[in-house]
């Protein structure tokens, strides 16, 4: 049995068997494009105005490219149409917790997202580095295999925050300001993760990131993370994890329930723009 990814923490379950090699091979297609342009990983990094963490996974097939990414690297190595093409063909990487992939399934199509985390920072928002550092800090160590499934499994679902989606889909994050200040995997690793959220926030004006601050006497959330979806259909579901185990959520007035304290944690988090202020005074004191 091999363990499986979840939203956020290690999660472990039955992992449906089988690498992806779609992304593998975009990735060093990509890399030989940018390499016969001349480009170092910065210089490209630049051009298409992504980090240049996001662009080695990518590269390295870990990450699957959103339809912004596919386009500026186009215009970036000469209009070939090879990254145009190949694009749609992209499999996501095997990799996910057997309670979690019905949820997958669910916010692949979700017009609206709602995320409350206080152990770690969402999946959907994590880099490879914090990912695999999340990865390793849980018993049992996965072996090799099991930890790049793992990690390339939480960075391919991230296509979700793409603004290109039709329609693209409503995301509201809120995570606790100890989550942010725990320096998970280390300071070079919590520098690259501010980089990533700074630059995710300004970019995507999709995505709303909350910050519920380290002082806070009134607190909706204290039975612990919660995650709410709404189908096209506008039909809302909700997921609830812990530890070894996963749960769907259906039942109207459960979620009912949960919308009510997710609305209470939107008004007792500090506004948007004050997270984000935030953010960069951490990043800043790094």
């Given at each position: 049995?091999?363990?499986?990814?979840?939203?956020?923490?290690?999660?472990?379950?039955?992992?449906?068997?089988?690498?992806?090699d779609?992304?593998?091979?975009?990735?060093?297609?990509?890399?030989?494009?940018?390499?016969?342009?001349?480009?170092?990983?910065?210089?490209?990094?630049?051009?298409?105005?992504?980090?240049?963490?996001?662009?080695?996974?990518?590269?390295?097939?870990?990450?699957?490219?959103?339809r912004?990414?596919?386009?500026?690297?186009?215009?970036?190595?000469?209009n070939?149409?090879?990254?145009?093409?190949?694009?749609?063909?992209?499999?996501?990487?095997?990799?996910?917790?057997?309670?979690?992939?019905?949820?997958?399934?669910?916010?692949?199509?979700?017009?609206?997202?709602?995320?409350?985390?206080?152990?770690?920072?969402?999946?959907?928002?994590?880099?490879?580095?914090?990912?695999?550092?999340?990865?390793?800090?849980?018993?049992?160590?996965?072996?090799?295999?099991?930890?790049?499934?793992?990690?390339?499994?939480?960075?391919?679902?991230?296509?979700?925050?793409?603004?290109?989606?039709k329609?693209?889909?409503?995301?509201?994050?809120?995570?606790?300001?100890?989550?942010?200040?725990?320096?998970?995997?280390?300071?070079?690793?919590?520098?690259?993760?501010?980089?990533?959220?700074?630059?995710l926030?300004?970019?995507?004006w999709?995505v709303e990131?909350?910050?519920?601050?380290?002082?806070?006497?009134?607190?909706?959330?204290?039975?612990?993370?919660?995650?709410?979806?709404?189908?096209?259909?506008?039909?809302?579901?909700?997921?609830?994890?812990?530890?070894?185990?996963?749960?769907?959520?259906?039942?109207?007035?459960?979620?009912?329930?949960?919308?009510?304290?997710?609305?209470?944690?939107?008004?007792?988090?500090?506004?948007?723009?004050?997270?984000?202020?935030?953010?960069?005074?951490?990043?800043?004191?790094?």
């Amino acid at each position: 049995m091999a363990d499986g990814s979840t939203d956020s923490g290690t999660g472990a379950g039955s992992a449906e068997p089988g690498v992806s090699d779609s992304l593998r091979t975009f990735g060093a297609v990509l890399q030989a494009l940018r390499e016969h342009a001349g480009l170092s990983r910065e210089e490209f990094a630049a051009l298409v105005r992504f980090s240049k963490h996001t662009v080695a996974s990518v590269e390295q097939g870990r990450r699957m490219p959103d339809r912004d990414f596919v386009e500026r690297a186009e215009a970036a190595l000469g209009n070939t149409g090879a990254l145009r093409r190949a694009a749609p063909t992209l499999t996501r990487q095997a990799g996910l917790a057997s309670w979690f992939r019905q949820w997958a399934r669910l916010e692949a199509t979700a017009i609206s997202l709602y995320t409350y985390e206080c152990r770690v920072v969402p999946g959907l928002l994590q880099t490879e580095a914090y990912a695999r550092a999340v990865s390793l800090d849980v018993p049992p160590l996965p072996d090799p295999e099991e930890l790049e499934q793992r990690i390339a499994a939480r960075l391919a679902r991230q296509e979700l925050l793409a603004v290109t989606r039709k329609p693209p889909t409503a995301f509201s994050f809120i995570a606790e300001q100890a989550v942010l200040e725990r320096w998970t995997g280390g300071e070079e690793v919590t520098r690259e993760l501010f980089d990533h959220l700074l630059e995710l926030i300004e970019r995507n004006w999709n995505v709303e990131f909350q910050v519920m601050p380290l002082r806070r006497p009134s607190h909706a959330g204290l039975d612990g993370p919660v995650r709410l979806a709404e189908t096209p259909d506008n039909q809302w579901f909700a997921y609830s994890e812990g530890q070894q185990n996963g749960r769907l959520i259906s039942d109207p007035k459960e979620i009912s329930l949960l919308q009510q304290r997710y609305a209470k944690l939107r008004s007792q988090a500090m506004t948007p723009e004050d997270s984000l202020g935030l953010l960069k005074r951490l990043r800043g004191a790094l």
